[in-house]
C-alpha cells in the first residue's frame, strides 16, 4: 500500500507535477531530472499548490457564500456553516470537539475546509468522496447533529427573500430548489483554494526559509519520517492510519456527546454501539478489523491557524503534536508500525515546528456578506 503510494507519486512527479525539491543532498539525489525514469523510484515529496482544475461558475460561488453564511440553513436559524467553518480560523472553530447543533454536542473535531474540493475524501472516516460536495452539503443541513433543518422549509424561506429569488434566477435561470441550494454551496467550497505559503515560494524557488525552518524540513523528509504520510500539494496521503492516541476521556463525559457519538454508530451499523467509549474512525464504514481507529491524514496547509489537533482535538498546540510524534505516537498496541521514537532534541522539536508554521500563507480575510432579509409579499405573488 504504502509502496503503491509511493509509486503513485512518483508518477505525478513523471507527468510534470510541479517541481520538488530541495535543499538537502539526499533529496536532491532523489529528485533530480533524470532520476525518474531510473531506480530507485523517487520518494513521496512535497510540492507547490497547483491552480484550481476546474473553472468556477462565478455567480454560484457567489450564492454559495452567502447560504454559507446564512444561519436559515438550519433548523432554528441560529447555525450556519460558518459558525463552525470561521474563515479566519481556516474555516475550523478553535474547540477541541464541535459543538453540534443545540442541545447536542458533536464528538470530533471540526477540519478545514481550505483545498477541501481537491482531497480523495471527506470527514475524520472519510465516509464521502470529496468529489461529491453536494451530497456532504446535503448531509450537513440535515443531519441532526449538524444543522437540522427539513429541506423543503429552508427552501420556503429562500423564497421569501427578494434577493435570493433574483440570485437563484441569475445563477440557475430558476427559484430556489435543494438541489441548487447544494449545488451553489458546493461550488463556494470549490473556490476555497489556500493562500500562497512560503513553502510553496520556497519550492518555486522564488523565496527562502529560516535556518530553522529548513532544518525542520530535513527533518520533515528525513528522520522524522513525517513525509511518509504528508506529501505532495496538501501533505497528505489521502489514506487512514492509527496514531495509537489515547482515547479523549471529554469523548463520553458529556451525556449529550456521547449521545451523538451512540447514534453516529448505531446509524452506521456498528454492532456493540452501546459499548463504545472510543472513536473507531475508519472501522465503522468498512467494518475492517485493521480499519479500527484509523483516520484520515489531514491535509498540513494552513496547520498554523487550525489548532486544536488531531480528530479529537486533543493536542492544543503544534509544540504537543511535535512531542507526541517524538515520543513515537501513542501506546496503543495496533498502532502503525512507522511510529517510532524519534530522538529528537528540543531544538530539532522546534525547528520542526517552525516548519510546519511555513505552511500557512498570509491570512485571507474574507468579509462576511451582509445577509438579505426577508420581505413581506403581496398573497400570491410567489
Ligand atoms: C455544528 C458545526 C458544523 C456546521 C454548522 C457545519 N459543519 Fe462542516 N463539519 C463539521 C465537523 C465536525 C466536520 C467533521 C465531521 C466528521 O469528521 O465526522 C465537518 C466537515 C465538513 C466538511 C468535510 C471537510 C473534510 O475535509 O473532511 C465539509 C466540506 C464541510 N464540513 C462543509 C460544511 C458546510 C458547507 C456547512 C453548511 C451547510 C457545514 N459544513 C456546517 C462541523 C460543522
Ligand atoms: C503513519 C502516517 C503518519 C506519519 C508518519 C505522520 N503523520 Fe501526522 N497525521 C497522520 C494522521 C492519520 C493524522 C490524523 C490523526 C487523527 O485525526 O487522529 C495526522 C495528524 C497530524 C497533524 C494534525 C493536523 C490537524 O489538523 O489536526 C499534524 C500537525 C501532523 N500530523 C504532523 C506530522 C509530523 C510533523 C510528522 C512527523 C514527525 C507526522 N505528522 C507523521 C498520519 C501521519
Redesign the pocket.
Known amino acids: 500500500m504504502i509502496w503503491f503510494s509511493w509509486k503513485r507519486t512518483a508518477l505525478v512527479f513523471v507527468a510534470g507535477g510541479l517541481v520538488v525539491a530541495g535543499a538537502t543532498a539526499a533529496y536532491q539525489t532523489a529528485c533530480a531530472d533524470d532520476a525518474a525514469a531510473t531506480e530507485p523510484a523517487p520518494r513521496p515529496a512535497l510540492q507547490v499548490l497547483s491552480a484550481s482544475e476546474r473553472a468556477l461558475d462565478a455567480k454560484k460561488v457567489a450564492l454559495g457564500k452567502m447560504?454559507?453564511f446564512d444561519g436559515r440553513?438550519?433548523g432554528d436559524a441560529t447555525?450556519?456553516?460558518?459558525?463552525?467553518?470561521q474563515p479566519e480560523k481556516a474555516?475550523t472553530?478553535g474547540q477541541a470537539?464541535?459543538?453540534?447543533?443545540p442541545g447536542s454536542l458533536?464528538?470530533?473535531?471540526?477540519?478545514?475546509?481550505w483545498n477541501?474540493a481537491a482531497?480523495k475524501?471527506?470527514?475524520?472516516?472519510?465516509?464521502?468522496p470529496?468529489a461529491d460536495?453536494a451530497t456532504?452539503?446535503r448531509d450537513?443541513?440535515s443531519e441532526a447533529?449538524?444543522?437540522q433543518a427539513d429541506g423543503r422549509l429552508v427552501i420556503e424561506r429562500l423564497r421569501q427573500v427578494p434577493q435570493y429569488e433574483a440570485s437563484f434566477q441569475e445563477a440557475f435561470g430558476g427559484e430556489p430548489t435543494y438541489g441548487r441550494i447544494l449545488s451553489a454551496?458546493?461550488e463556494?467550497?470549490r473556490s476555497l483554494r489556500s493562500p500562497t505559503s512560503p513553502l510553496d515560494k520556497y519550492l518555486a524557488g522564488e523565496g527562502t526559509l529560516s535556518e530553522e525552518a529548513l532544518a525542520g524540513l530535513e527533518i520533515f523528509r528525513g528522520k522524522g519520517r513525517c513525509i511518509e504520510c504528508h506529501y505532495g500539494e496538501r501533505l497528505t496521503d489521502d489514506g487512514f492510519h492509527n496514531l495509537g492516541l489515547p482515547p479523549n476521556p471529554a469523548l463520553v463525559s458529556a451525556p449529550q456527546r456521547h449521545i451523538t457519538l451512540r447514534r453516529?454508530f448505531r446509524t452506521l451499523g456498528v454492532s456493540d454501539y452501546r459499548q463504545l467509549k472510543r472513536d473507531i474512525g475508519r472501522y465503522a464504514i468498512t467494518k475492517q478489523a485493521a480499519d479500527n481507529s484509523r483516520f484520515?491524514t489531514?491535509?498540513l496547509r494552513e496547520v498554523s491557524r487550525t489548532a486544536p489537533y488531531m480528530?479529537d482535538g486533543s493536542l492544543a498546540t503544534l509544540a504537543d503534536v511535535v512531542s507526541f510524534y517524538n515520543d513515537g505516537g501513542g501506546s496503543a498496541e495496533d498502532k502503525d508500525p512507522r511510529l517510532q521514537p524519534l530522538q529528537l532534541s528540543p531544538a530539532e522539536q522546534a525547528s520542526l515546528v517552525q516548519f510546519l508554521q511555513t505552511l500557512s500563507g498570509p491570512l485571507k480575510v474574507i468579509e462576511p456578506p451582509s445577509l438579505p432579509k426577508y420581505e413581506l409579499r403581496k398573497l400570491g405573488a410567489n
Open positions: 447560504l454559507f440553513l438550519s447555525l450556519s456553516c460558518a459558525t463552525c467553518h474555516w472553530d470537539f464541535s459543538r453540534g447543533y458533536y464528538f470530533r473535531n471540526t477540519p478545514t475546509l477541501v482531497a475524501y471527506v470527514f475524520r472516516d472519510g465516509r464521502l470529496a460536495l456532504v452539503v450537513h443541513i447533529h449538524f444543522m454551496v458546493a463556494f467550497m453516529f484520515l489531514p491535509s480528530h
